[in-house]
């Protein structure tokens, strides 16, 4: 069974930055492409990001600039590092990857002053 811990989020002023971390189990973490997903309250889940097993990036327009993804495989961890945080990033954060059904916790992330 898939297993995602996701972790790093907290209350952060707008500027401010953050990292959060995903580490993976039950699966051949450096062959697969994992995915970061955010969800805001009263909102459906949105793809923020993805990394492939190459190393190929992709980002949704709002955070393009100001996000970074990025993995390391003898952790089986993907991170994304969060520059320029604005109050519209609030949501629940989520990793994934494509295909799976199982999700983790999430990691709380509120930008507010």
């Known amino acids: 069974q898939v297993q995602f811990v996701e972790s790093g989020g907290g209350l952060v002023q707008p500027g401010g930055s953050l990292r959060l971390s995903c580490a993976a189990s039950g699966m051949i973490f450096s062959g697969y492409t994992m995915d970061w997903y955010r969800q805001a309250p009263g909102k459906q889940r949105e793809w923020v990001a993805y990394?492939?097993?190459?190393?190929?990036?992709n980002y949704v327009d709002s955070v393009k600039g100001r996000f970074t993804i990025s993995r390391d495989n003898a952790k089986k961890t993907v991170y994304l590092q969060m520059n320029s945080l604005k109050p519209e990033d609030t949501a629940v954060y989520y990793c994934?990857?494509?295909?799976?059904?199982?999700w983790g916790q999430g990691t709380q992330v509120t930008v507010s002053s």
């Open positions: 990394i492939t097993a190459s190393y190929s990036t």
């Open positions: 994934n990857t494509p295909g799976s059904i199982d």
